[in-house]
Nanobody
Framework: QVRITESGGGSVQAGGSLRLSCVASGYSDNSRCMGWFRQAPGSEREAVGAIYLRDPHGNQVYYSGSVKGRFTISRDNAKNTMFLQMNNVRSEDTAMYYC???????????????????WGQGTQVTVSS
C-alpha cells in the first residue's frame, strides 16, 4: 500500500520562504516520478514540478513555468522523502500542495496530474502580502 504524507505548510509573507516535505513509501519499483501539485480554491489542480525516482534519469527535475527559478525540488532517497523549497513566494502561490507518485511510463516532464496514481492529503500554504 502506498502511503504519502506531506508536511511543512503554513503561513508566510510574500517574498519569504517555506520548505515542504513529502514522505512516500510502499510504491512499486516500477514507479517513475514523484511530483508536487497545487490547487487553489475554485481552480484546477496544477503541476509545480516532478522528479524521476531512479536511474537512468537520476534526480532530473522539471518545473512549471510559474515556479521555475523560485522553487526547488530535491529528494533524499535514504529517507524516501521529497522536498519543495519555495523561495520568493507570491500571493498566487497560495494553495493546497499535494505530493504524488506516478506508476505509468509517461515521461516526468509532461507534469500531467492524471498520470499520477497515488496522492497525499495535502498541506496548505498561505501567502500574505
Amino acid at each position: 500500500q502506498v502511503r504519502i504524507t506531506e508536511s511543512g505548510g503554513g503561513s508566510v509573507q510574500a517574498g519569504g520562504s517555506l520548505r515542504l516535505s513529502c514522505v512516500a513509501s510502499g510504491y512499486s519499483d516500477n514507479s517513475r516520478c514523484m511530483g508536487w501539485f497545487r490547487q487553489a480554491p475554485g481552480s484546477e489542480r496544477e503541476a509545480v514540478g516532478a522528479i524521476y525516482l531512479r536511474d537512468p534519469h537520476g534526480n532530473q527535475v522539471y518545473y512549471s513555468g510559474s515556479v521555475k527559478g523560485r522553487f526547488t525540488i530535491s529528494r533524499d532517497n535514504a529517507k524516501n522523502t521529497m522536498f519543495l523549497q519555495m523561495n520568493n513566494v507570491r500571493s498566487e502561490d497560495t494553495a493546497m500542495y499535494y505530493c504524488a507518485v506516478q506508476d505509468d511510463r509517461t515521461p516526468c516532464y509532461t507534469l500531467r496530474a492524471p498520470s499520477y496514481n497515488h496522492w497525499g492529503q495535502g498541506t496548505q500554504v498561505t501567502v500574505s502580502s
